[in-house]
Nanobody, 122 residues
Framework: QVQLVESGGGLVQAGGSLRLSCAAS??????RGWFRQAPGKEREFVAA????????DYADSVKGRFTISRDYAKNTVYLQMSSLKPEDTAVYYC?????????????????WGQGTQVTVSS
């Protein structure tokens, strides 16, 4: 059974940092991604990383503030978030895809975690 389990969310003040983790079991994914969904808004792409880490991609809104990385031994992907802003408040979802490269398209991902809440106070 494939599972993706996120952790690391919480409440932080603006300007602070958080690190999200997403541990996968049951499958190794070529592409790993992070998406987020704020109340009343559609799910949006945040970051993605390819197998081997040769390619990474970031939404313009987080570029320079967020860093995606992966640990192959632990089958885990991380999202280091710095200089957080209130507009980063959302439920963050990790995703795994069997395709190669990176993708901003949710349908390219095969499995999803349940999400972890990130709240940034002003």
């Amino acid at each position: 059974q494939v599972q993706l389990v996120e952790s690391g969310g919480g409440l932080v003040q603006a300007g602070g940092s958080l690190r999200l983790s997403c541990a996968a079991s049951g499958r190794t994914f070529n592409t790993r991604g992070w998406f987020r969904q704020a109340p009343g808004k559609e799910r949006e792409f945040v970051a993605a990383i390819s197998w081997g880490g040769a390619s990474t991609d970031y939404a313009d809104s987080v570029k320079g503030r967020f860093t995606i990385s992966r640990d192959y031994a632990k089958n885990t992907v991380y999202l280091q978030m710095s200089s957080l802003k209130p507009e980063d408040t959302a439920v963050y979802y990790c995703a795994g895809g069997r395709g190669y490269g990176t993708s901003r398209t949710p349908s390219r991902y095969d499995d999803w975690g349940q999400g972890t809440q990130v709240t940034v106070s002003s």
